[in-house]
């Protein structure tokens, strides 16, 4: 019996120590970023890109619309990528006046998980329950429906003359994204910080 | 007939005391992972248990079996991973549990002794499960490893039949399976009990 208590405590006080992992919502941000290590950076030096960001489209009788971020939280992230792009040597053009090198096109997307499970909980209060003799099942079942939701930034880079392709695309030179749980808040200098972190991580970026 | 089943039960317990037919340790494991683990997870796992069941065969040589589970776990610090042309930043979270199951044999040197040294050998497999987890998803890599454990310890006998353990094991799991390429191997720190009857 001493041994049975024994190894019963043991493994309860293993369970009870089961490691912790995240704590806060930034624990899981990442930033990817990629690159086509064909395309010739250093050689550009000016970029447009759109004042606002696209989060969504919308088809309607097959018109498609954009959907646009609130202006009040695209500023800040667009200030911050044109700070980055500033750093690096690049600046800033009007398209409606003349051709830039590159397009910084920026979109941001959310995306939910729903997910559902259920179980059957048995009778449990400690060991009575097993010297009680009967030992069963609640009924009806517990239902637990639960969901996350991860917002992702993406900003791509591509050359608008390299389109020399059958369906007149240009191919993407530069892509990041930041992706993370997104909780509601408009914290945005999460995103902002992804941004910073996505230009550190590509040096290959710089034109001075 | 009374008396008969008594005469079973005295001699029993008369035997049991002088002569140990059995030594089984529930302990408290401290792990160390070195090798390839000990990169994985530099910090030491302080969660983990080990159980030790010994039949004696003779005064001081025991055969048996033995089960164990270490946790190892480390949060590193938000970190860029470059690969060709992609890098990806952000914070890891590493696991590594690891469940040796042994049959072992062990040698005592002093057996009735209140100090009693011994030092044994278990062969058998390790089941290693390591998580590398990042934004919301797992890395998971998993081996059956081949295991030798070799192990070198002291039992305090407080009576008769209890005992205070303590002993050094090292668990040395060779390459297995292609998910991990590299043996997996830590040495574990138990303290505990030993029960002989």
Do not use: H
Not at chain 1, 131 to 136: A, C, K
Not at chain 1, 165 to 173: D, F, H, L, V
Not at chain 2, 14 to 28: G, I, R, V
Not at chain 2, 130 to 154: K, S
Request: hydrophobic share 40%; aromatic share 16%; charged share 15%.
């Amino acid at each position: 019996m001493k041994k049975v208590i024994m190894g019963v405590l043991s493994i309860s006080l293993l369970w009870g120590c089961k490691p912790a992992g995240p704590e806060f919502v930034e624990d899981i941000d990442v930033v990817y970023t990629t690159f086509d290590d064909t395309f010739d950076f250093a050689g550009k030096g000016t970029y447009a890109m759109p004042d606002q960001i696209v989060t969504d489209i919308e088809i309607d009788n097959g018109d498609t619309t954009f959907v646009f971020m609130n202006a009040a939280l695209a500023a800040p992230i667009l200030n911050e990528i044109d700070a980055q792009m500033s750093a690096y040597g690049w600046s800033k053009i009007d398209p409606a006046t003349s051709q830039p090198d590159i397009v910084v096109m920026p979109a941001a997307i959310k995306s939910t998980t729903v997910y559902y499970s259920y179980w059957y909980d048995w009778w449990y209060g400690g060991w009575g329950g097993w010297y009680g003799g009967y030992w069963g099942w609640y009924y009806p079942p517990y239902y637990t429906v639960s969901s996350y939701t991860t917002g992702s930034l993406i900003i791509t880079m591509a050359d608008p003359d390299a389109n020399d392709n059958p369906i007149r695309e240009s191919q993407t030179a530069w892509i990041m994204v930041g992706n993370g749980l997104f909780v509601g808040d408009y914290n945005v200098s999460r995103v902002t910080k992804a941004i910073q972190q996505g230009f550190t991580q590509s040096p290959y970026l710089k034109t001075n | 007939m009374k008396k008969i089943y008594l005469g079973i039960i005295f001699s029993l317990i008369y035997t049991s005391s002088l002569l140990a037919q059995s030594n089984t340790t529930f302990t408290y494991s401290i792990g160390f992972g070195t090798g390839d683990l000990g990169e994985f997870v530099q910090a030491a796992s302080f969660r983990g248990v080990s159980v030790d069941f010994r039949k004696m065969v003779q005064d001081n040589i025991g055969i048996g079996f033995g089960l164990g589970w270490n946790t190892f776990y480390e949060e590193l610090a938000s970190d860029t991973y470059t690969q060709g042309n992609s890098s990806l930043t952000g914070k890891q979270y590493r696991y590594s549990n690891n469940i040796p199951i042994t049959l072992s044999t062990a040698y005592f040197l002093k057996p009735g002794e209140t100090v009693n040294p011994f030092f044994g050998l278990g062969i058998g497999t390790m089941y290693t499960l390591r998580n590398t987890d990042m934004n919301l998803y797992t890395l998971e890599q998993e081996a059956w490893n081949f295991l030798l454990q070799p192990e070198i310890g002291i039992q305090y006998m407080v009576n008769d039949i209890t005992a205070l353990t303590i002993s050094g094991k090292f668990n040395y799991g060779f390459k297995a399976g292609s998910e991990l390429d590299a043996a997996q191997s830590y040495f574990a720190l138990n303290v505990g009990f030993a029960f002989l009857n």
